[in-house]
């Protein structure tokens, strides 16, 4: 029976071209952000943003279709730079802090950025989205190590008004090789 299971995912699995997937944090945001702020979730212990199943497999290829930035404060309307790596980035993290990503270290991780459009907010949450056509570099071909897209937000833009644990979420549709 497993036998049959087996075959019936891998069948489904090849029928299977695209995924969405997302990540969220709730900001740490204690403070303003400056222009060139890096956005995550600890002021001391920031985390970047992960893609889990990015790739069909482990070492796999795909190509970022379209992209969607969401804030969860209304009002807030910034421009924000991904920069997309295919192993954990080892820049700076932290909440607040200057970006200095994409960092020589990181340099054969590092696979490009999405740069969203100032955010929109007609009186929900803050979004920004990206298309191939549009500004912002997709389509976007890329690789993973294992199998999970790795990023560091950035802000273009100071950001008032920010919130304690406010939601920034990103949503990515990609389309595998």
């Given amino acids: 029976m ?3 299971k087996e075959i019936l995912e891998a069948i489904i699995n ?26 995550s979730n600890s002021a001391t212990a920031g985390r970047s943003f992960a893609f889990d199943n990015a790739v069909r497999k482990k070492g796999g290829t795909g190509t970022i279709e379209k992209a969607i930035a969401y804030c969860s404060v ?12 295919n192993a954990k980035p080892t820049g700076t993290l932290n909440d607040n802090a200057a970006n200095n990503s994409p960092v020589l270290a990181d340099h ?23 298309t191939v056509g549009t500004y912002g570099n997709l389509a976007l071909p ?3 190590a294992e199998k999970t897209l790795y ?3 950035v802000t273009r ?14 949503k990515l549709q990609i389309k595998w090789d």
């Fill in 108 to 130: 054969p991780s590092f696979e490009g950025q999405i740069d969203f459009l100032a955010a929109e907010d007609l009186g929900g949450g803050s979004t920004s989205v990206v």
């Fill in 74 to 85: 209304t009002g807030l309307t910034p421009r924000i730079t991904l920069y997309l790596f």
């Fill in 142 to 144: 890329f690789h993973c």
């Fill in 157 to 170: 833009d100071a950001i008032t008004g920010e919130v304690a644990g406010m939601v920034l979420s990103f």
């Fill in 14 to 39: 090849l029928k299977r071209n695209s995924i969405v997937t997302i990540d969220s944090q709730n900001l740490a945001a204690t403070t303003d952000y400056a222009a060139k702020d890096v956005l």
């Fill in 2 to 4: 497993s036998f049959l």
């Fill in 151 to 153: 990023s560091i937000a």
